[in-house]
Protein backbone atom coordinates (compact mmCIF):
# COMPACT_ATOMS: atom_id res chain seq x y z
CA UNK A 1 0.00 0.00 0.00
CA UNK A 2 3.03 2.49 0.95
CA UNK A 3 4.26 1.62 -2.23
CA UNK A 4 1.19 2.94 -4.37
CA UNK A 5 0.99 5.92 -2.57
CA UNK A 6 4.73 7.00 -3.20
CA UNK A 7 4.00 5.99 -6.95
CA UNK A 8 1.58 8.22 -7.19
CA UNK A 9 3.16 10.90 -5.45
CA UNK A 10 6.32 10.71 -7.79
CA UNK A 11 3.63 10.73 -10.71
CA UNK A 12 2.12 14.33 -9.84
CA UNK A 13 5.47 15.59 -8.53
CA UNK A 14 7.14 14.77 -12.49
CA UNK A 15 2.76 16.05 -13.61
CA UNK A 16 3.62 19.36 -11.56
CA UNK A 17 7.13 19.61 -12.98
CA UNK A 18 6.21 19.25 -16.66
CA UNK A 19 2.71 20.98 -16.72
CA UNK A 20 2.36 23.69 -19.63
CA UNK A 21 -0.18 26.28 -19.78
CA UNK A 22 -2.00 26.08 -23.72
CA UNK A 23 -3.45 28.81 -25.19
CA UNK A 24 -6.96 29.59 -26.50
CA UNK A 25 -5.37 29.16 -29.99
CA UNK A 26 -3.82 25.78 -29.74
CA UNK A 27 -0.91 27.68 -30.84
CA UNK A 28 0.94 29.40 -27.56
CA UNK A 29 2.66 27.33 -24.74
CA UNK A 30 4.02 29.06 -21.61
CA UNK A 31 6.35 26.79 -19.63
CA UNK A 32 6.23 27.73 -15.47
CA UNK A 33 9.16 27.55 -14.64
CA UNK A 34 11.90 28.77 -17.28
CA UNK A 35 8.99 31.49 -19.08
CA UNK A 36 9.47 29.81 -22.52
CA UNK A 37 6.54 30.37 -24.97
CA UNK A 38 5.87 27.46 -28.00
CA UNK A 39 4.20 28.65 -30.85
CA UNK A 40 3.29 27.17 -34.62
CA UNK A 41 4.83 28.00 -37.55
CA UNK A 42 2.17 29.74 -39.13
CA UNK A 43 2.03 32.40 -35.74
CA UNK A 44 5.61 32.84 -36.19
CA UNK A 45 5.16 33.35 -40.19
CA UNK A 46 2.43 35.76 -39.83
CA UNK A 47 3.99 37.58 -37.38
CA UNK A 48 7.34 38.00 -38.53
CA UNK A 49 9.47 37.02 -35.83
CA UNK A 50 13.22 36.99 -36.87
CA UNK A 51 16.08 36.33 -34.86
CA UNK A 52 19.83 37.55 -35.04
CA UNK A 53 23.19 35.95 -32.93
CA UNK A 54 24.95 39.08 -30.96
CA UNK A 55 27.92 40.99 -32.33
CA UNK A 56 30.93 40.86 -30.93
CA UNK A 57 33.01 44.24 -31.55
CA UNK A 58 34.87 47.42 -30.50
CA UNK A 59 31.98 49.86 -29.56
CA UNK A 60 31.73 53.18 -28.40
CA UNK A 61 28.81 54.32 -26.78
CA UNK A 62 26.97 56.16 -23.85
CA UNK A 63 26.18 54.94 -20.33
CA UNK A 64 22.74 55.53 -20.17
CA UNK A 65 21.01 56.15 -16.76
CA UNK A 66 17.61 56.71 -15.38
CA UNK A 67 17.53 60.64 -14.52
CA UNK A 68 16.14 63.65 -13.26
CA UNK A 69 15.70 66.59 -13.28
CA UNK A 70 16.83 69.23 -9.86
CA UNK A 71 17.11 72.86 -8.91
CA UNK A 72 20.53 74.29 -9.29
CA UNK A 73 21.30 74.99 -5.64
CA UNK A 74 23.40 77.85 -6.85
CA UNK A 75 20.04 79.64 -7.77
CA UNK A 76 17.52 78.94 -5.01
CA UNK A 77 16.60 80.65 -1.88
CA UNK A 78 14.76 80.43 1.32
CA UNK A 79 13.84 84.10 2.51
CA UNK A 80 12.78 84.74 5.74
CA UNK A 81 14.03 87.74 8.23
CA UNK A 82 16.31 87.33 11.10
CA UNK A 83 14.19 89.47 13.11
CA UNK A 84 11.40 88.93 15.32
CA UNK A 85 8.14 90.73 13.44
CA UNK A 86 4.34 90.85 12.38
CA UNK A 87 3.74 90.25 9.05
CA UNK A 88 1.71 93.64 7.36
CA UNK A 89 1.31 93.19 4.10
CA UNK A 90 2.50 90.72 1.30
CA UNK A 91 3.36 91.51 -2.25
CA UNK A 92 3.92 87.89 -3.97
CA UNK A 93 2.21 84.83 -4.29
CA UNK A 94 3.44 81.08 -5.63
CA UNK A 95 3.63 81.75 -9.42
CA UNK A 96 5.02 85.05 -9.33
CA UNK A 97 8.25 86.10 -11.37
CA UNK A 98 10.45 88.45 -8.77
CA UNK A 99 13.59 90.33 -9.67
CA UNK A 100 16.70 91.01 -7.17
CA UNK A 101 15.50 93.34 -4.43
CA UNK A 102 11.70 93.66 -5.12
CA UNK A 103 9.77 93.78 -2.21
CA UNK A 104 8.18 90.16 -1.26
CA UNK A 105 6.44 91.18 2.43
CA UNK A 106 6.30 93.84 4.60
CA UNK A 107 7.07 93.14 8.74
CA UNK A 108 6.50 95.70 12.25
CA UNK A 109 7.95 94.94 15.27
CA UNK A 110 9.16 96.56 18.43
CA UNK A 111 12.75 95.32 18.00
CA UNK A 112 13.14 96.58 14.58
CA UNK A 113 12.05 100.14 15.94
CA UNK A 114 14.92 99.67 18.62
CA UNK A 115 18.10 98.94 16.28
CA UNK A 116 17.16 101.58 13.61
CA UNK A 117 16.90 104.04 16.29
CA UNK A 118 20.09 103.01 17.66
CA UNK A 119 21.46 103.18 14.15
CA UNK A 120 20.63 106.92 13.54
CA UNK A 121 21.50 107.63 17.68
CA UNK A 122 24.79 106.22 16.30
CA UNK A 123 25.01 107.55 13.13
CA UNK A 124 24.27 111.46 15.15
CA UNK A 125 27.18 110.92 17.35
CA UNK A 126 29.21 109.63 14.84
CA UNK A 127 28.64 113.11 12.73
CA UNK A 128 29.38 115.26 15.57
CA UNK A 129 32.57 113.57 17.17
CA UNK A 130 33.91 113.70 13.07
CA UNK A 131 32.91 117.26 13.28
CA UNK A 132 34.63 118.59 16.37
CA UNK A 133 37.67 116.00 15.64
CA UNK A 134 37.93 118.12 12.39
CA UNK A 135 38.00 120.89 14.07
CA UNK A 136 40.54 120.37 16.56
CA UNK A 137 42.90 119.02 14.33
CA UNK A 138 42.74 122.06 12.58
CA UNK A 139 43.13 124.04 15.79
CA UNK A 140 45.94 121.98 17.04
CA UNK A 141 47.69 122.41 13.41
CA UNK A 142 47.90 126.16 14.11
CA UNK A 143 48.91 125.69 17.49
CA UNK A 144 45.56 127.28 18.68
CA UNK A 145 44.44 124.56 20.69
CA UNK A 146 46.63 122.12 22.73
CA UNK A 147 47.59 119.04 21.95
CA UNK A 148 45.08 116.84 24.46
CA UNK A 149 41.91 118.57 23.68
CA UNK A 150 42.67 117.46 19.94
CA UNK A 151 43.54 113.78 20.62
CA UNK A 152 40.34 113.45 23.00
CA UNK A 153 38.61 114.42 20.26
CA UNK A 154 40.13 111.95 18.18
CA UNK A 155 39.96 109.30 20.38
CA UNK A 156 36.13 110.29 20.85
CA UNK A 157 35.69 110.49 17.26
CA UNK A 158 37.26 106.62 16.70
CA UNK A 159 34.93 105.21 19.20
CA UNK A 160 31.96 106.70 17.88
CA UNK A 161 33.31 105.42 14.40
CA UNK A 162 33.89 101.72 15.81
CA UNK A 163 30.32 102.21 17.19
CA UNK A 164 28.54 102.90 14.23
CA UNK A 165 30.06 100.73 12.01
CA UNK A 166 28.67 97.75 14.45
CA UNK A 167 25.29 99.45 13.93
CA UNK A 168 25.58 99.69 10.39
CA UNK A 169 26.05 96.26 10.21
CA UNK A 170 23.14 95.24 12.16
CA UNK A 171 20.93 97.24 10.14
CA UNK A 172 22.53 95.18 6.90
CA UNK A 173 22.18 91.94 8.23
CA UNK A 174 18.29 92.10 8.99
CA UNK A 175 17.81 93.85 5.62
CA UNK A 176 17.62 97.92 5.67
CA UNK A 177 19.39 100.15 3.74
CA UNK A 178 20.73 103.05 5.11
CA UNK A 179 18.30 105.38 3.39
CA UNK A 180 15.92 103.26 5.07
CA UNK A 181 17.56 103.23 8.43
CA UNK A 182 17.67 106.89 8.54
CA UNK A 183 13.91 107.47 7.30
CA UNK A 184 11.68 108.75 10.06
CA UNK A 185 8.72 109.08 8.17
CA UNK A 186 6.81 106.20 9.84
CA UNK A 187 4.28 106.73 12.74
CA UNK A 188 4.24 104.26 14.22
CA UNK A 189 6.76 103.22 17.39
CA UNK A 190 7.58 99.68 15.75
CA UNK A 191 9.94 99.66 13.38
CA UNK A 192 8.98 98.87 9.50
CA UNK A 193 11.10 96.81 7.50
CA UNK A 194 10.36 95.39 4.06
CA UNK A 195 11.55 91.65 3.35
CA UNK A 196 13.41 91.83 -0.46
CA UNK A 197 14.22 89.07 -2.75
CA UNK A 198 17.50 87.93 -2.57
CA UNK A 199 17.75 86.71 -5.99
CA UNK A 200 15.51 86.82 -9.46
CA UNK A 201 13.72 83.85 -10.02
CA UNK A 202 9.96 81.82 -9.65
CA UNK A 203 8.18 81.95 -6.21
CA UNK A 204 7.45 78.33 -5.34
CA UNK A 205 5.90 78.35 -2.16
CA UNK A 206 4.87 81.08 0.15
CA UNK A 207 4.36 79.91 4.76
CA UNK A 208 3.14 82.98 5.50
CA UNK A 209 -0.31 84.98 6.10
CA UNK A 210 -0.60 88.59 7.53
CA UNK A 211 -0.58 88.84 10.76
CA UNK A 212 1.50 86.26 11.47
CA UNK A 213 4.77 86.48 13.83
CA UNK A 214 8.03 85.26 12.44
CA UNK A 215 11.42 85.33 13.34
CA UNK A 216 15.12 84.16 12.17
CA UNK A 217 13.55 80.16 12.44
CA UNK A 218 10.84 81.28 9.84
CA UNK A 219 10.65 80.55 6.18
CA UNK A 220 8.36 82.76 4.53
CA UNK A 221 9.00 82.24 0.45
CA UNK A 222 11.15 79.61 -1.71
CA UNK A 223 12.67 80.87 -4.69
CA UNK A 224 14.27 79.43 -7.30
CA UNK A 225 15.72 79.93 -10.70
CA UNK A 226 15.89 77.82 -13.51
CA UNK A 227 18.01 79.44 -15.69
CA UNK A 228 20.72 76.40 -15.25
CA UNK A 229 19.84 73.34 -13.29
CA UNK A 230 21.08 69.65 -12.73
CA UNK A 231 20.24 66.52 -14.29
CA UNK A 232 21.31 63.41 -11.39
CA UNK A 233 21.68 59.75 -12.27
CA UNK A 234 23.41 56.50 -10.17
CA UNK A 235 25.73 54.55 -11.94
CA UNK A 236 27.61 51.58 -10.85
CA UNK A 237 30.91 51.91 -9.32
CA UNK A 238 32.37 49.29 -11.90
CA UNK A 239 31.51 52.12 -14.14
CA UNK A 240 33.60 55.03 -12.86
CA UNK A 241 36.53 54.40 -14.79
CA UNK A 242 34.58 54.60 -18.37
CA UNK A 243 33.54 58.48 -17.12
CA UNK A 244 37.62 59.77 -17.08
CA UNK A 245 38.19 62.05 -19.21
CA UNK A 246 34.74 63.16 -20.18
CA UNK A 247 32.80 65.62 -19.88
CA UNK A 248 30.08 65.93 -21.93
CA UNK A 249 26.45 64.63 -20.64
CA UNK A 250 23.28 64.57 -22.97
CA UNK A 251 19.33 64.55 -21.53
CA UNK A 252 16.65 63.18 -22.86
CA UNK A 253 13.14 63.09 -22.20
CA UNK A 254 9.74 61.31 -23.38
CA UNK A 255 8.22 64.61 -22.69
CA UNK A 256 10.49 66.01 -25.94
CA UNK A 257 11.34 62.67 -27.26
CA UNK A 258 12.99 64.71 -30.72
CA UNK A 259 14.91 67.23 -28.68
CA UNK A 260 18.56 66.25 -26.98
CA UNK A 261 19.47 68.74 -24.04
CA UNK A 262 23.44 69.21 -24.25
CA UNK A 263 25.09 70.23 -21.09
CA UNK A 264 28.09 68.80 -19.13
CA UNK A 265 29.62 66.34 -16.56
CA UNK A 266 30.20 68.65 -12.86
CA UNK A 267 30.18 66.14 -10.18
CA UNK A 268 31.10 62.73 -9.66
CA UNK A 269 30.36 61.00 -6.14
CA UNK A 270 33.14 59.75 -3.74
CA UNK A 271 30.99 57.58 -1.87
CA UNK A 272 29.11 54.11 -2.97
CA UNK A 273 25.80 53.48 -1.86
CA UNK A 274 26.02 50.51 1.11
CA UNK A 275 22.43 49.05 -0.27
CA UNK A 276 22.88 49.77 -3.87
CA UNK A 277 26.31 49.82 -4.79
CA UNK A 278 26.03 53.17 -6.86
CA UNK A 279 27.27 56.59 -7.27
CA UNK A 280 25.73 59.61 -7.91
CA UNK A 281 26.75 61.82 -11.03
CA UNK A 282 25.45 64.96 -11.94
CA UNK A 283 25.41 67.29 -15.57
CA UNK A 284 24.88 70.78 -15.34
CA UNK A 285 22.71 71.77 -18.03
CA UNK A 286 21.44 75.86 -19.97
CA UNK A 287 17.90 76.35 -19.49
CA UNK A 288 17.15 79.78 -20.80
CA UNK A 289 13.36 78.77 -22.21
CA UNK A 290 12.94 76.86 -18.76
CA UNK A 291 11.81 73.97 -20.64
CA UNK A 292 13.48 71.52 -17.93
CA UNK A 293 11.34 71.29 -15.20
CA UNK A 294 12.80 70.04 -11.47
CA UNK A 295 11.48 66.45 -10.95
CA UNK A 296 11.09 66.18 -14.83
CA UNK A 297 12.61 62.09 -14.98
CA UNK A 298 14.27 61.42 -18.21
CA UNK A 299 17.34 59.63 -19.30
CA UNK A 300 20.92 60.94 -18.78
CA UNK A 301 23.48 59.60 -21.61
CA UNK A 302 27.36 60.29 -20.96
CA UNK A 303 30.07 59.28 -23.79
CA UNK A 304 32.34 56.49 -21.89
CA UNK A 305 35.76 55.19 -23.68
CA UNK A 306 36.02 52.42 -26.40
CA UNK A 307 35.01 49.20 -25.24
CA UNK A 308 36.99 45.94 -26.98
CA UNK A 309 35.26 42.62 -27.59
CA UNK A 310 31.62 44.04 -26.42
CA UNK A 311 28.97 41.81 -27.11
CA UNK A 312 26.42 44.20 -28.41
CA UNK A 313 22.59 43.55 -30.23
CA UNK A 314 20.33 45.64 -31.97
CA UNK A 315 18.24 47.98 -29.85
CA UNK A 316 14.60 46.48 -30.67
CA UNK A 317 15.35 43.31 -29.38
CA UNK A 318 15.61 45.05 -25.70
CA UNK A 319 12.25 44.79 -23.69
CA UNK A 320 12.18 47.30 -20.72
CA UNK A 321 10.29 46.15 -17.85
CA UNK A 322 10.44 49.27 -15.11
CA UNK A 323 14.51 49.94 -15.71
CA UNK A 324 15.37 46.50 -16.22
CA UNK A 325 15.72 44.67 -19.95
CA UNK A 326 15.22 41.56 -21.11
CA UNK A 327 15.52 39.95 -24.47
CA UNK A 328 13.12 36.42 -26.24
CA UNK A 329 16.05 33.75 -27.13
CA UNK A 330 14.99 31.18 -30.02
CA UNK A 331 16.15 28.07 -28.57
CA UNK A 332 14.64 26.16 -31.74
CA UNK A 333 12.24 26.72 -34.74
CA UNK A 334 9.21 27.01 -32.28
CA UNK A 335 10.60 27.82 -28.96
CA UNK A 336 11.75 31.42 -27.37
CA UNK A 337 12.43 31.95 -23.87
CA UNK A 338 12.23 35.01 -21.81
CA UNK A 339 16.32 36.09 -20.45
CA UNK A 340 16.98 38.40 -18.10
CA UNK A 341 20.01 40.76 -19.06
CA UNK A 342 22.48 43.56 -17.89
CA UNK A 343 23.00 46.14 -20.25
CA UNK A 344 26.16 48.22 -20.86
CA UNK A 345 26.48 51.07 -23.03
CA UNK A 346 24.16 51.94 -25.86
CA UNK A 347 25.24 54.47 -29.30
CA UNK A 348 21.52 54.80 -29.92
CA UNK A 349 21.09 51.88 -32.62
CA UNK A 350 22.62 49.28 -30.76
CA UNK A 351 23.69 48.23 -26.77
CA UNK A 352 25.73 46.69 -25.32
CA UNK A 353 25.05 43.46 -23.13
CA UNK A 354 27.10 43.03 -20.09
CA UNK A 355 25.59 39.57 -18.83
CA UNK A 356 23.30 37.10 -19.74
CA UNK A 357 24.28 36.47 -23.65
CA UNK A 358 25.93 34.50 -25.15
CA UNK A 359 27.21 34.85 -29.30
CA UNK A 360 25.45 31.25 -29.78
CA UNK A 361 22.06 32.75 -28.55
CA UNK A 362 19.59 33.87 -30.96
CA UNK A 363 17.92 36.64 -30.25
CA UNK A 364 14.55 37.67 -31.08
CA UNK A 365 14.61 41.49 -32.85
CA UNK A 366 11.16 41.47 -34.74
CA UNK A 367 8.08 39.97 -32.97
CA UNK A 368 9.56 40.25 -29.68
CA UNK A 369 6.00 42.30 -28.70
CA UNK A 370 3.89 39.27 -29.38
CA UNK A 371 5.97 36.78 -27.82
CA UNK A 372 5.68 39.18 -24.73
CA UNK A 373 2.06 39.12 -25.31
CA UNK A 374 1.66 35.03 -25.63
CA UNK A 375 3.45 34.95 -22.57
CA UNK A 376 1.61 37.73 -20.90
CA UNK A 377 -1.93 35.78 -21.72
CA UNK A 378 -0.39 32.24 -20.39
CA UNK A 379 0.49 34.43 -17.28
CA UNK A 380 -3.24 35.45 -16.85
CA UNK A 381 -4.93 32.41 -18.44
CA UNK A 382 -5.55 30.40 -15.34
CA UNK A 383 -5.01 26.79 -13.99
CA UNK A 384 -6.75 23.93 -16.38
Known sequence: MKRTI???VAILIICSACKQKIGNDGQSLKDENTQRVILSHQSITEMGIESVNPAVESFN??????ARILTNQDNEALVGSFIKGKVKKVFVNPGSYVTTGQELM??????????????????????FTETTYKRQKSLSEQNVSSQKTYLEAKAEYEKALADFQAEDEKIHSIGLTDEEALNNSTSHSAGRLIVKAPITGLVIERSVVIGQLVDDNSTAFRIINTSTVWAE?????????RLEGNSEAFFTSAIYPNEIFKGSLKFISQVVDEKTRTISIRAFFNNDKNRLKPQMFGELKIPVTKTNNAVTIPNETLVNDNGKYYVFIQVNDSTFEKRDIETGIS?????????????????????????KSELMKSSFGGEE
Open 6 to 8: LFF
Open 61 to 66: GFLTEP
Open 106 to 127: ELEGLEIGEIRSAYQKAKANLD
Open 233 to 241: AQIYEKDVP
Open 347 to 371: NGTKTEIKKGLSVKDKVVTKGAFYI
